[in-house]
Every structure is written in C-alpha cells, then in structure tokens.
Nanobody, 117 residues
Framework: QVQLVESGGGLVQSGGSLRLSCAAS????????VGWYRQAPGKQRELVAT???????NYADFVKGRFTISRDNAKNTVNLQMNSLKPEDTAIYYC???????????WGQGTQVTVSS
C-alpha cells in the first residue's frame, strides 16, 4: 500500500503562486493515473489535474492555463504548479494515484490552500 504525503499548501494573496508536491512511498510509475483533486467547504471533491500513463495530462476547465501538473519519476513525486490563484481556488488539495489493473485508489491526507482577496 502506498503512502502519499502532500506539502506546499498555505496562504497566498490573489494572483500569487504555490507549488504543491506529493511524495509517494513507492515507485510512482507503478500507477497508471496520478493527479490532484480538491474539496472546498460545503462542496464535493473535484478533479483538478491528472497525468495518465505518464504522458497524457488532463485539466479541469477552471484551472486550464493557470495550473501545471508534472511527475518526477526519480523522486516519486507528483507536483502541481499553481499560478494566478483566485479566492475560489481555496480548498483542501488531495493527491491521488490509481492502479487500473488492481482497481486500487489511494489518497493523501490533503493540504490546505487558502487564497485571500
């Protein structure tokens, strides 16, 4: 079972940037899909960005052009560079990995991102 530990969250002003990192305890290339989700108070968890098979990236419309997801296989990390942050980006951000073959999903504990206006 993989352990996922997020870091990099915090408080930033509107228009600022943050870089989230998710460190996996096992080989990140073992997972077919890696990515980030977020959950704001009173709302459902939603997809932010994913990388599938280490190649194909997918972004939610509300972050396109502002966020960039990347995977560092040597460090077993999944990163999310967030630029031009808005107050509506305030949420807990969760790292997620999925093994399609084993039908397994794993989540990190989450990291808080707060964007002030």
């Amino acid at each position: 079972q993989v352990q996922l530990v997020e870091s990099g969250g915090g408080l930033v002003q509107s228009g600022g940037s943050l870089r989230l990192s998710c460190a996996a305890s096992t080989n990140i290339t073992s997972y077919d899909v890696v990515g980030w989700y977020r959950q704001a108070p009173g709302k459902q968890r939603e997809l932010v960005a994913t990388i599938t098979y280490g190649i194909a990236t997918n972004y939610a419309d509300f972050v396109k052009g502002r966020f960039t997801i990347s995977r560092d296989n040597a460090k077993n990390t999944v990163n999310l560079q967030m630029n031009s942050l808005k107050p509506e980006d305030t949420a807990i951000y969760y790292c997620h990995v999925r093994s399609i073959w084993y039908n397994k999903d794993y989540w990190g504990q989450g990291t808080q991102v707060t964007v002030s206006s």
